[in-house]
C-alpha cells in the first residue's frame, strides 16, 4: 500500500515538474527569442560565399527592425515555443531522475563533474530527437525573413503549414532533416550547461559564495552559459545550415561535409559564427528559465533542482 502511495507521489511530483519545466521554457524562451534570430540569420549569412561582406549582430538587429519592424524580431517563434514544450521537460527532468538514480536522496553532490555531464548529454539527445521537428519549422521559419528582405516570398504561412509543407515535399522523414547534427549540439550544449548549472550552483552554495537563491543561480547560469556555448556553437551552426537546405538543393551531404566546406571557404572562426548572440541569449535564457523554474519549484513545495 504504502509502495503504491509512493508511486503515486512520484508520478505526481514528475508531472508537477513537467508542468514547471514547460511553464519556465516559454517565459525564457519569449524573453530572449529575438537573440535566438538574430544568432540564426548570423550563421546562414555568407553560407557559401567566399566574398560575402562579414556582418555582425547589431548591424543584423537593425537590418530586420528597418525591413521588418518589431514583429520581425519574433518571427519562428510559435514553434520555438512548440519544441520546448518538448525538449526542456524531456532533458531537465529526465537529467534529474537520471542524476537521482544513481545516488541516494540528497548525495546529488557526491556525482563527479564527468557523470554529470554525460548525464546531461544523454537526457539532451533524448529530448532533441524527439524536438527536431519544431526545430526545422523554427529554423526554416527564421530563415523565411531573410528570403522576405531580398524580395522573395515565405516558404511557409505559419507552423502547421511549414509541418504540411515539409511532409508533402520531403516525406514525413524530412521532418528530422538534420537530426544528427542537431543530436551532436544537444550532447554538447546539454552536457556544458546542465552539468556546469549542477556543479557550479553546489560549489558556489557549499563556499558559502551564496546561498541557495538568486545569487547562486545567476553566477552558475552565467558559467554554464559560457561552457554550453564554447562547446555547442560549431555543431548548431552546421545544424543551421543543414536544416535550411531547401528541397531540390542539396549543399551539404553530411554534417562532416557542412563542417569541411564551412571551414574550407570562410575559415575556423565561421564555426563560431554567432558566437556572442549565442551567449548573449543562452546566459538570460538560463537566467530567466532557471530563475523562474527554482521559485516555481519552491512555490510548489518542491525541493531545489
Known amino acids: 500500500m504504502k509502495s503504491s502511495q509512493s508511486h503515486g507521489l512520484d508520478q505526481t511530483e514528475t508531472r508537477t515538474k513537467i508542468l514547471l519545466t514547460s511553464l519556465s521554457a516559454m517565459v525564457a524562451e519569449t524573453a530572449t527569442f529575438p537573440v535566438d534570430l538574430i544568432k540564426t540569420r548570423l550563421q546562414l549569412h555568407g553560407e557559401s560565399l567566399s566574398s560575402t561582406r562579414p556582418t555582425n549582430a547589431l548591424r543584423m538587429a537593425g537590418e530586420i527592425l528597418r525591413q521588418q519592424g518589431p514583429m520581425g524580431l519574433y518571427q519562428g517563434l510559435s514553434p520555438a515555443i512548440l519544441r520546448h514544450l518538448f ?4 532533458r531537465i527532468v529526465g537529467y534529474e531522475n537520471l542524476r537521482n538514480f544513481h545516488v541516494n536522496d540528497g548525495a546529488a553532490a557526491s556525482i563527479s563533474l564527468p557523470s554529470k555531464a554525460l548525464l546531461g548529454g544523454i537526457s539532451g539527445v533524448i529530448a532533441q530527437m524527439v524536438a527536431s521537428p519544431a526545430d526545422l519549422v523554427k529554423v526554416r521559419m527564421q530563415a523565411d525573413g531573410r528570403s522576405v528582405i531580398q524580395g522573395h516570398l515565405p516558404r511557409y504561412s505559419g507552423p502547421f503549414d511549414a509541418f504540411g509543407k515539409i511532409v508533402r515535399a520531403e516525406g514525413f522523414s524530412g521532418l528530422w532533416k538534420g537530426v544528427f547534427p542537431n543530436i551532436q549540439r544537444a550532447f554538447l550544449v546539454n552536457m556544458g550547461e546542465l552539468a556546469c548549472y549542477d556543479h557550479a550552483k553546489r560549489l ?3 563556499n558559502k559564495i551564496a546561498r541557495d537563491n538568486i545569487y547562486a543561480h545567476t553566477l552558475a547560469s552565467i558559467m554554464s552559459g559560457l561552457c554550453a556555448t564554447a562547446l555547442s556553437c560549431p555543431a548548431d551552426v552546421v545544424k543551421t545550415r543543414m536544416m535550411n537546405e531547401k528541397e531540390g538543393k542539396i ?4 554534417s562532416y561535409d557542412c563542417l569541411v566546406k564551412t571551414v574550407r571557404i570562410e575559415g575556423l572562426r565561421a564555426l563560431w559564427k554567432g558566437f556572442f548572440p549565442t551567449w548573449a541569449r543562452l546566459g538570460p535564457w538560463q537566467f530567466v528559465f532557471w530563475v ?7 512555490a510548489a513545495g518542491l525541493s531545489s533542482f
Do not use: A, G, N
Not at 87 to 90: D, H, N, S
Open 87 to 90: 525538449y526542456t521537460p524531456i
Open 204 to 206: 558556489v552554495i557549499e
Open 251 to 254: 549543399i551539404y551531404r553530411s
Open 292 to 298: 523562474s523554474y527554482e521559485k516555481f519549484r519552491k
